[in-house]
């Protein structure tokens, strides 16, 4: 399948997942064929793969048992402060637990949006994991922003295992009734090779991103 197939295949599977069937006189899209994981354990591992190989780490829970590995990690890219979405509970008390194991600071992501200097690690639990594309899936929602996936040098996503899907049509069948402001989809650490075709790692974004799996 070419480049230009692919394209065209997403760009319908997100067309009916919107209930979008093209403009008038257009066939609808035959249906591809769908692939189900016949078990959750198979869409975690099926994630594990596509999130690894385009630079992503997996962390798995529970959070208690996985604070001094991810406490080394964060110190390992330099990270002092931590920060997370007012009204996330889990990420707020995952970033409380892991002050000690720095030592880290707690800040806002108003100070980070702001220009604060430290070098900070956003937490945040996320909607969802695509097993297809390995992908993150976070969305802008009361007061959970999507700042920590932007603007931190090390993103740490909480994912619940029951919040694995198999593939992006699934994610906007769960937005239909009520869509978000803003989706962010995650797959790895910000890259870009603009200039002079060196590969650059956090350009536009964190350079490392972490899933921990609970």
């Known amino acids: 399948m070419t480049g ?12 009916a997942a919107l209930g979008r069937h093209g403009g008038p006189g257009e066939a609808a899209p035959p249906e591809e064929p769908a692939f189900s994981a016949a078990t959750e354990e198979e869409r975690i591992a099926r994630f594990a793969r596509a999130f690894t190989s385009v630079g ?3 962390l798995y ?3 208690e048992a996985a604070l001094p590995v991810l406490g080394e990690a964060l110190r390992a890219e ?3 402060a931590l920060f997370f979405p007012p009204g996330d509970a889990g990420a707020r008390q995952l970033a409380e637990a892991l002050v000690p194991f720095g030592p880290f600071s707690l800040t806002t992501g108003e100070e980070v949006r702001g220009g604060s200097p430290a070098e900070t690690a956003g937490f945040r639990t996320a909607d969802a994991g695509i097993a297809e594309t390995g992908t993150v899936v976070e969305a802008s ?9 932007l603007l931190s ?5 909480l994912l619940p295992a029951a919040s694995v899907v198999d593939r992006m049509d699934e994610v906007f069948a769960l937005y239909a009734d009520a869509p978000p402001r803003n989706i962010s989809l995650i797959s790895g650490p910000s890259k870009t090779a603009d200039i002079e075709q060196t590969l650059t790692v956090g350009a536009h974004g964190p350079r490392k991103i972490i899933v921990l799996l609970v």
């Open 61 to 63: 829970g529970p959070p």
């Open 153 to 157: 040098v090390v993103h740490v996503a």
């Open 4 to 15: 230009v197939d692919e394209r065209t295949l997403l760009l319908r599977r997100l067309s």
């Open 56 to 58: 992503g780490v997996i």
């Open 141 to 149: 929602r009361g007061e959970k922003t999507l700042l920590p996936g």
């Open 78 to 80: 330099g990270v002092t």
